[in-house]
């Protein structure tokens, strides 16, 4: 069994104030992109495609730099994060019987060690589906982890969609996630896009394997840094700042 990956990098980044994807902002000198796919090689995951969307022509041209092969698929709307792994359905369809890590391209510290401990829980738990997660101090604007009395993720419940009991939960949702790529395909076609955004979110997968009676699990990365992304210049100079201070390299 190999193992693959999918990185979502078709955002636009408007409050990013650039004229290129936002996933090719930089920490350190190199682009967030790079970041996520030299965590992936580390941890063994050869197999990468990229969905792109917003001038997709910079994607591409940094893609021709590596010394490695990475397939790229477009995203002409961008639909949500649902909508974008479904750009990618022929790549998980050659990789049925695999695990599929679905990342963010603009979380630049999701290391390798959290990616290759979580798909080891993924694998010796037998889950359908295993969510990357994080515990953090202030969880506001996250996806909350709603776990059973087993320990198996029951929901992940949006920012606007919950209880004053639920906004309490501290283990949020990374946007990472482990997928066992036939069991994926199984679900990817039904999600539903009738939410206010209209958009396609794949979280939805989950509550779907859920409702057909599959294991979804969540892993709990050592370092909450995890989960830290940018959509402006601000968040984006706090990611180099954070990378200087913890010795962080690409």
């Not at 590596?66 to 961008?78: I, M």
């Not at 599929?100 to 889950?127: C, R, W, Y």
């Given at each position: 069994?190999?193992?693959c990956?999918?990185i979502l ?5 408007k409050?990013m104030?650039?004229d ?6 930089l920490?350190l ?15 063994g995951?050869n197999d990468?495609?990229?969905?792109k ?8 041209e ?5 010394d490695f ?6 995203q002409a709307e961008r639909l ?5 792994v479904m ?5 998980l369809?050659s ?9 963010n391209?603009?979380?630049?510290f999701?290391?390798?060690k ?5 798909l080891?829980q993924?694998?010796?738990?037998q889950?359908?589906a295993?969510v990357?997660?994080?515990?953090v101090?202030?969880?506001?604007g996250?996806?909350?982890i709603?776990?059973d009395?087993?320990?198996?993720v029951?929901?992940?419940v949006?920012?606007k969609d919950g209880?004053?009991?639920?906004l309490k939960i ?5 946007g990472?996630?482990?997928f066992?790529a ?9 999600i539903?896009?009738d939410n206010?955004?209209k958009?396609?979110?794949l979280?939805?997968a989950?509550?779907l394997l859920?409702?057909?009676g599959?294991k979804?699990g ?7 840094d995890t989960v830290l992304g940018a959509n402006?210049p601000?968040?984006?100079e706090e990611?180099?700042?954070?990378a200087?201070?913890?010795?962080y390299t690409?």
């Amino acid at each position: 069994m190999s193992n693959c990956a999918i990185i979502l990098a078709g955002g636009e980044g408007k409050r990013m104030k650039s004229d290129k994807p936002k996933t090719l902002s930089l920490v350190l000198g190199k682009p967030m992109l790079e970041w996520v796919i030299s965590s992936l090689k580390k941890a063994g995951v050869n197999d990468i495609c990229i969905v792109k969307g917003f001038k997709k022509e910079c994607i591409d041209e940094f893609v021709s730099t590596l010394d490695f092969k990475v397939e790229t698929v477009y995203q002409a709307e961008r639909l949500g994060t649902g909508h974008a792994v479904m750009m990618a359905k022929d790549f998980l369809e050659s990789h049925k019987g695999d695990s599929v890590v679905i990342l963010n391209g603009d979380a630049p510290f999701m290391d390798s060690k959290t990616i290759e401990k979580s798909l080891e829980q993924h694998i010796n738990t037998q889950s359908s589906a295993t969510v990357i997660s994080a515990m953090v101090d202030d969880p506001t604007g996250y996806g909350r982890i709603v776990r059973d009395e087993n320990g198996d993720v029951k929901s992940i419940v949006e920012q606007k969609d919950g209880s004053e009991e639920i906004l309490k939960i501290k283990e949020v949702n990374s946007g990472g996630f482990w997928f066992d790529a036939e069991k994926l395909l199984s679900v990817l076609g039904r999600i539903s896009s009738d939410n206010n955004a209209k958009e396609y979110y794949l979280p939805d997968a989950l509550k779907l394997l859920l409702s057909d009676g599959c294991k979804v699990g969540a892993y709990t990365a050592e370092c909450s840094d995890t989960v830290l992304g940018a959509n402006d210049p601000a968040q984006l100079e706090e990611l180099n700042n954070i990378a200087k201070d913890r010795g962080y390299t690409c």
